[in-house]
């Protein structure tokens, strides 16, 4: 008895389904990068008002006692970023492979990691604070503000660290919207506080210069209230449920994984710190006038660097989830895309920076000499942004695949015998404005060098993490 194999009419007669062609990958990287830039550029607002606070209510001197933390604060931020990157390319690769119970599981040993380095840095950060600040060779007219500012910030450090962490891997999973909202709330807490407590309005104790420091603790811990509220109620992948409070121990291997992608990251991030940290003390020696237009410098690069970036950890996670979807053929294209974007965004952040920094220096510098240098140094590096973000796509891919090391030591290469020799330089050649042209050197560096070893080592041999 034969069996017939034709196809039904009422069912042939049905077009055949395919799934829908996936969106071009500028679109998906521009799904992650939008929310990610605009949840930036809140962090880079909340600071640069609280600099216009502190410079139109307190002066130049506060300006310049919160500007002598900011290598102290980039040091610990190494931190930071080298787990929270480890922990992201986990739980991305996770993601892509569809395991979100994989992806908890990382959550919950870097959220234990971040929490033992948080509380250290807290309680050694306090109590070294005035060392700190004296090492960097702070002026005395400004240590006292300085060390008070440096122990409140740096007891909101476990703070600190989680928001980064949480907001991190939740781009991981492929949200990148909570993230911005919760900056959102942050920072609208802080602009609403910091004048407040500056200034003890209402029943508010008047607490100065420390007062942006307890704004910064207060809307760290309201912000991320909301958003452990927000995740559970919307059933997140990293929602903090029982389940995932269970999970908040240190499992060694999954440790082992985070550390050896985030130790890396976070050498470098040091070196560059300390190299900060010598850098400052250079500027130092040109009087508290050059500390307050170093720290306005800061101020406008933290914002054109927002894209470079935003970048970076965007092409880190998209390389991620192919690598997790088993799709690793795609990591040459996810590059460069990102480096055709940055072209486009980062420069479009420059050229803005170019034509808006008189006005944006000015709110919160209001001596002109002080502006007319602060300006002189942001026209001599600002365009050199440009090639910091080309570099960071190259090693956000590059990390993805578990490729650290080799990108590690050429970037410490470019910071530690390029930048600083050429500062040193420099400045005794031509002044304060040499240690300007020694930054934008490093970042050309590290293009070239990242571009080299991409094209000639990292594009021969693949090897993607397990």
Known sequence: M???TAMPSSIASIPARHPPPAPPLWKTYLSILIPMVLTNFLQAASGTFNGIYIGQLLGVDAVAAVSAFFPVFFFFLAIIIGLSAGATVLAAHAWGAQDAARARAIAGTALALMLCVGLTTAALGYAFAPWLMLALGTPDRILADAVLYARLALLGTPLTFLLWLTTSMSRGVDDAVTPLKTLALA???SLASTPALIQGWWILPQLGVAGAA??????FALAMAWMFWHWRRKAHPLAPDAALLRLIRIDPAIAKKILT???PASLQMLTMAVAEIVLL????QHGPDATAAYGAVNQVMSWIQLPAMSLGITASILASHAIGAGR???LPAIAHTGLRLNLVV???FVAAAYLLAPLVVGLFLTQAPVVALALNLLHIVAWSVLALGMGNVLVGVMRASGTVFGPMVLGMFAIMCIEVPAAYWLDGKIGITGIWWAYALAFISMLVLYSAYYRLVWRRDVQPMA
């Open 2 to 4: 034969k069996t017939s």
């Open 187 to 189: 920072t609208v807490i």
């Open 214 to 219: 307890v704004s910064n603790m207060l809307a």
């Open 261 to 263: 992608i985030g130790v």
């Open 281 to 284: 003390r250079l500027v130092n």
């Open 328 to 330: 690793s053929h795609r």
């Open 346 to 348: 980062t420069g479009a």
